[in-house]
Structure formats: structure tokens, C-alpha cells
């Protein structure tokens, strides 16, 4: 299995091996309509043929750049940019150059110079150097992760590590398999994409009972829960085959809606109990589910 280039919050590579098993063995084209880190699109092997999809369009740039970018010109770059506002390199120096530790971390010492490409991505308007800023402040920021504020501006704060060796083994894998993959990327509304009958449609949305950086200010709500259902309602009278992550149950709420309509699916639980830094919780304290409009052979 690749692992993605990013540290995505939500992330299915650790659950990968249930999901692809539980997938089509074929179809003629993959529709990721919530694409994310990339990660089930760069995995899934039961077709040439995928469409990328994310309404995250700096996200969506990013791995357009990953897609039509040497994997060297990428590393390249991102060093300049290191080297340009001071951060840490602890692949060519190690943590005792910067009188650091692993354990510690680099925060205090990067946070000066992350602060300030912060400012200048949330102020730059020329759109090539934007997503080699914004992969440079994700490999730099609190987590790995994408933040940005109610004014679309990021605001992730500094984290403790930097472009380490396992990153940019993280990116050179991502940028191949990719690469051989040559998904169509595009950046819409969930809504807006088109499903052909020999499609298969994968949904990994926002959970809208959960918490998470990519369902914060608003950005999932009920009625988009209730049109994704919906949407899916079209694809299965359309004769297209769906899959959909998400969760009935969390931290003792639940999502009746969701469970009401997963009655007329197939329901397969799925099984995870890593540790969820980011948020200190166990997974397995969530009912996280596939449903599928579609026999499997498990």
C-alpha cells in the first residue's frame, strides 16, 4: 500500500486493506469524490481509468503540481524555500546542529521563520510558488495538517518536525505511483460531478457527528449530509456501483438519519483501534462503517 504524501486528517490508509477488499474488483472508472490526502485513488487497482475530486482547491492544486512536477524539482524547491526563511534541515545537519532533540521537537526553533511564510502564503497572489508553499507549511505545521480560518486564511501552528527522510520518502513514492495512475484531478462540488452506469463512486466525507480540521467553520453540515444521500440515491437508480465511509455511531451520538438510510445497503463495520493523536481518542469508540449499494464476496 502507498501511503500518501501528506499526514491528511481522515485519512483510510490504515484501514486500506479492509476497504479494498470490500471495493469492485473492476470497473471502468474510479470517482473519488472526496479525494482528500489521495490516498484510496493512488491504492485502488481495479481500473485505469480514476477521477480525483476535491472541493479543497489549494489542496487540489497541490497535487496537481505532485502530478505534473519531477519528483527533484519538487525536493529542490522545497529546500529553497527551508533554506529561504531558516528552517530546520535535520537530514543534512541531524537535531544536534539545532541543539535539538526527536523527542522535543524543532517548534521553537521553526517557529519564526514558519510564521512568516505563513504570512507570505496567506498574502502571496502568484499562483505557482502556492502550492510549494503550502506543501512546505504542511511539512512544518502542527500535525501535518491543513488548517485554514473562517477567512480562508491558514493558520496552522508550527509543529515539531521537518522535511525528514521519512517525508520525502513519503513523496517520492506518492509522486510515482501517481504518476502511473495519471488520475484526472478536478475541484467541485460533490453535486456537480457527473456519474456514467459503469462508474464506481467512492464518498469519504466530512462525518458530520465527529470533529476534525476539514468539518471545522461549517464546512459539513446537516443538509450537505442529506444531499450526499441523495446523491447516492441517483447513483444507485442510475445502475453505478457506491461505497460509503462513515460513521454511525460516536462518543455516544448518533447519526439516525444515516442509519435509517443504510437499511437499504449493504453494512460492513469496520475494525480500527489505532490511536488517534491528533485528537486523543480511539477510533474504535466510533462505529465506522463501508456502505455499499452492492454484493461483495466477503
Not at 531558516?86 to 521537537?105: F, I, V, W
Not at 495512475?181 to 463512486?201: G, H, L
Not at 463495520?269 to 464476496?297: C, G, M
Amino acid at each position: 500500500m502507498i501511503k500518501s504524501f501528506l499526514n491528511y486528517t481522515g485519512s483510510k490508509y490504515r484501514i486500506m486493506d479492509q476497504l479494498i477488499s470490500l471495493f469492485p474488483g473492476h470497473c471502468d472508472s474510479m470517482v473519488d469524490i472526496f479525494g482528500g490526502s489521495g490516498v484510496i485513488t493512488v491504492n485502488y487497482q481495479g481500473t485505469d481509468n480514476f477521477i480525483f475530486n476535491d472541493n479543497n482547491k489549494p489542496l487540489v492544486d497541490l497535487i496537481n503540481y505532485i502530478a505534473n512536477h519531477s519528483i527533484e524539482s519538487i525536493e529542490k524547491s522545497v529546500d529553497k524555500i527551508i533554506a529561504e526563511y531558516g528552517l530546520t534541515d535535520t537530514m543534512s545537519h541531524g537535531y544536534e546542529y539545532y541543539q535539538a532533540s526527536s523527542t522535543k521537537g524543532l517548534a521553537d526553533i521553526n517557529k519564526s521563520g514558519y510564521l512568516k511564510l505563513r504570512k507570505d502564503y496567506n498574502n502571496s497572489k502568484d499562483l505557482t510558488l502556492k502550492p510549494l508553499y503550502l506543501y512546505t507549511l504542511i511539512i512544518f505545521g502542527f500535525n501535518n495538517q491543513i488548517r485554514y480560518n473562517k477567512r480562508g486564511l491558514f493558520n496552522n501552528p508550527t509543529g515539531k518536525r521537518d522535511f525528514n527522510k521519512n517525508m520525502r520518502k513519503k513523496l517520492q513514492a506518492f509522486s510515482s505511483a501517481w504518476k502511473a495512475k495519471s488520475p484526472y484531478i478536478v475541484s467541485k462540488d460533490f453535486r456537480n460531478i457527473e456519474i456514467a452506469k459503469s462508474d464506481f463512486v467512492y464518498a469519504d466525507p466530512p462525518y458530520l457527528i465527529t470533529t476534525a480540521t476539514y468539518n471545522e467553520n461549517g464546512g459539513w453540515t446537516a443538509k450537505d449530509d442529506q444531499d450526499l444521500l441523495d446523491y447516492l440515491d441517483k447513483i444507485e437508480k442510475k445502475g453505478a456501483k457506491f461505497a460509503l465511509s462513515n460513521v454511525l455511531e460516536h462518543k455516544g451520538n448518533e447519526n439516525v438519519k444515516l442509519i435509517n438510510w443504510s437499511k437499504k445497503y449493504n453494512v460492513f463495520n469496520i475494525t480500527n483501534t489505532f490511536k488517534n493523536s491528533n485528537y486523543h481518542t480511539k477510533r474504535s469508540s466510533s462505529k465506522e462503517v463501508l456502505i455499499t449499494n452492492y454484493e461483495t464476496s466477503i
